[in-house]
């Protein structure tokens, strides 16, 4: 460890010196040290998202309705570990897990992707069922 001290503090004199034209002989004090590792690794298995091959349909929990803006939507309910990478919730919808609840608003679709993550998004499509209008 004296090494490594003596080493920093040997190369921190030498660019002050270079930067500064001297060098301050009366200690040092370290305050921050990073540091950066590099190292081979064996390769991790990849996550399973989901239970492939399952439908949308399949990963479906309950029906519900939710309030949002003055009106209420009729929804689903969709079991989270059950989606799979590419399936696509179109709101307005429900997604559960263990830890956390999304909502999937009107007018906007979440898509699984690869890693289980759900991207919302505005929907593209131009039709709208009226239950995704709302009701009063």
């Not at 830890?99 to 699984?112: E, F, K, M």
Request: proline fraction near 2%; include cysteine.
């Amino acid at each position: 460890m004296e090494k490594g001290v003596a080493l920093l503090t040997g190369q921190f004199d030498a660019e002050h010196e270079q930067l500064f034209t001297f060098k301050l002989d009366d200690g040092h004090e370290i305050l921050m040290i990073r540091a950066l590792a590099k190292a081979k690794a064996k390769a991790i298995a990849e996550r399973q998202i989901g239970q492939t091959g399952m439908s949308l349909d399949e990963c479906k929990i309950a029906n519900s309705r939710f309030y949002y803006e003055g009106n209420w939507y009729d929804s689903t309910i969709y079991d989270r570990s059950k989606l799979s990478s590419g399936l696509e919730v179109e709101g307005p919808a429900i997604v559960g897990e263990m830890d956390s609840t999304t909502v999937v608003l009107p007018g906007y679709v979440a898509t699984v992707d690869k890693v289980g993550n759900l991207l919302i998004n505005p929907d593209t499509t131009a039709t709208h069922s009226l239950n995704q209008q709302g009701s009063n």
